[in-house]
């Protein structure tokens, strides 16, 4: 389905991808949702946003859906006296988290969604004290509960020889924090239940604190696995509302930061996986190859993760032909070491029995769930922003895109293997032919209200920005910053794919996936 199909009235963002913008009222909020459900149309984020000034504006819901030609932002303004909307939860399940997230930071609410708990809001925050509200939380009373130790009302299953097992928030191993609640018969799951939220830290509304032109810093810091994805898409919706169009030269560095981010997570979990299914020599190659690499990084532009080189504009450091030549030689070095590895992991019986119908997740769970990203990607939802919505230097690049039906963790890490093998082959291509122009072009923002955003396909998914500046009288300030992670449609299908597995399995199963937490806990 085409956006042009909806018959709604739209703008067009100011931004290189195809993007566009439209106000609804909730009858149309609805009936966009059931109708891109059946056509296959993905709902890629939900949020809230308080756009009261004076006696202007209102508190507005926001979506963000993925269709054939592009990406549509609806705006839902809501009444003054019962700020609740449509709930999307019965035609978009992932939207179901959001909604509750949505809740708990504005304080507008999804009408007859099923599941109304707190979801950021373990109990420990201000009574009536929503963080993204203009009037704020801080002046309200603390709740009764003051430390969040009240109960969460998890789902119980009963049955003879049920038991649950608890496992976190805190975990043995340096990770953060999540609950995951198990419900076993013997060792086999029944239903996992997750409770995540710990690691909230009001990174949304410090965006509205800082100068704008500083605010990509903030960006970078999310989640130090995707520091250039989330870099990128900030700067790419601020740099919309400028409407700043950066040089062939800078979008080539900008690819190749993030491809070489890519490459790092990939041989990063390659090697742990080997170490969960108890094959440690995979490991210690893997993590012998993914230093090598955060080395040069480090060498080659200041920082292993590439921190900070990616700003409004452009990017922050350029490269040499010396510099060039050595990126494009490891690029060949890691090539032929991971081509074996990948033979020592496919004939090796031990590691395939504990990978094949592991943790599956069918295609048809996937579409219904709304699996993304490389997750999705193993459970033949063939997208990938690179492909799909290509934008400079992707346009010229022809990126192919690997895809699995089997959903499962064998699948993976197939995928895994295949996307790391393309980003090296991408790298090549980019480093021989760089483009022409300046590394960093000026911003000029605007002096009145603007929208702007930000897509790229990082290694997890679709890591997607959306901006609302306040332009007027003089403000020059972000008024809004939303950051989608791919891990909120990511974490509730991890619940589906370990039923039936045992509990042994689960750490397999979780890197498997690789979700995110502080992406997800904005």
């Known amino acids: 389905m085409l956006i042009s199909d909806l018959g709604l009235d739209v703008e067009r963002l100011p931004v290189a991808l195809p993007m566009w913008r439209a106000s609804v009222r909730a009858e149309t909020w609805r009936a966009v949702a059931q109708t891109l459900s059946t056509a296959g149309g993905r709902l890629l984020s939900l949020w809230g946003s308080d756009r009261r000034r004076g006696a202007a504006g209102g508190l507005v819901v926001s979506a963000a859906y993925v269709l054939a030609d592009g990406l549509l932002w609806l705006d839902l303004p809501l009444g003054e006296r019962n700020p609740g909307y449509p709930d999307l939860a019965p035609f978009f399940p992932c939207a179901a988290r959001m909604q509750r997230a949505t809740a708990d930071l504005l304080g507008v609410s999804a009408e007859g969604a099923a599941d109304r708990r707190g979801w950021l809001d373990h109990g420990a925050w201000p009574v009536q004290g929503f963080p993204l509200r203009r009037e704020g939380g801080a002046a309200t009373p603390l709740p009764e509960d003051p430390l969040g130790t009240s109960e969460y009302a998890f789902v119980r299953v009963e049955g003879d020889g049920v038991h649950e097992i608890p496992v976190g928030p805190v975990h043995a191993g340096i990770i953060e924090p999540g609950h995951f609640r198990f419900a076993v018969v013997g060792e086999k799951v029944l239903r996992l239940e997750q409770r995540l939220g710990y690691t909230h830290k009001g990174v949304e509304k410090r965006f509205t604190e800082l100068p704008p032109l500083q605010a990509h810093r903030l960006a970078g810091r999310i989640s130090g696995d995707s520091t250039v994805a989330y870099a990128w898409a900030f700067c790419m919706a601020l740099e919309s509302l400028a409407g700043c169009e950066i040089s062939e030269r800078a979008g080539s560095l900008r690819a190749l930061l993030l491809e070489r981010e890519r490459v790092a997570n990939h041989l990063g979990d390659l090697g742990a ?157 980019l480093l021989a032919r760089p483009g022409a122009g300046a590394t960093q072009s000026p911003l000029r923002l605007p002096e009145q209200a603007a929208f702007g955003a930000g ?68």
């Open 273 to 429: 996986l080997g170490n969960d299914a108890a094959f440690a020599f995979g490991l210690a190659q893997f993590s012998r190859l993914r230093e090598d690499w955060l080395r040069l990084s480090q060498e080659a532009f200041g920082h292993r993760l590439m921190m900070d080189c990616v700003i409004p504009g452009g990017v922050a450091t350029d490269i040499d032909g010396v510099v060039a030549d050595r990126l494009s030689r490891q690029c060949d070095v890691i090539e032929r070491e991971v081509l074996e590895l990948r033979q020592v992991y496919d004939g090796h019986a031990g590691l395939q029995d504990r990978f094949m119908t592991t943790g599956r997740v069918t295609p048809e769970l996937a579409a219904q769930l709304g699996l993304t990203g490389l997750a999705g990607r193993a459970s033949a939802q063939a997208a990938d922003l690179r492909r799909d919505q290509y934008w400079p230097p992707y346009d010229r690049l022809a990126v192919r895109i690997a895809t699995r039906r089997e959903g499962d963790v064998a699948a993976r890490v197939g995928v895994r293997f295949d996307e790391l093998l393309e980003s090296l082959r991408l790298l090549r291509l």
């Open 455 to 522: 897509w790229v396909e990082g290694w997890r998914g679709e890591v997607f920005v959306a901006l609302e500046w306040d332009g007027e009288r003089g403000a020059q300030a972000i008024r809004r910053c939303h950051v989608h992670d791919p891990s909120w449609q990511n974490w509730p299908v991890l619940e589906h794919a370990v039923i039936g597995n045992i509990v042994p399995d689960f750490p397999l199963i979780n890197k498997s996936f690789n979700l995110n937490y502080s992406g997800h806990d904005l």
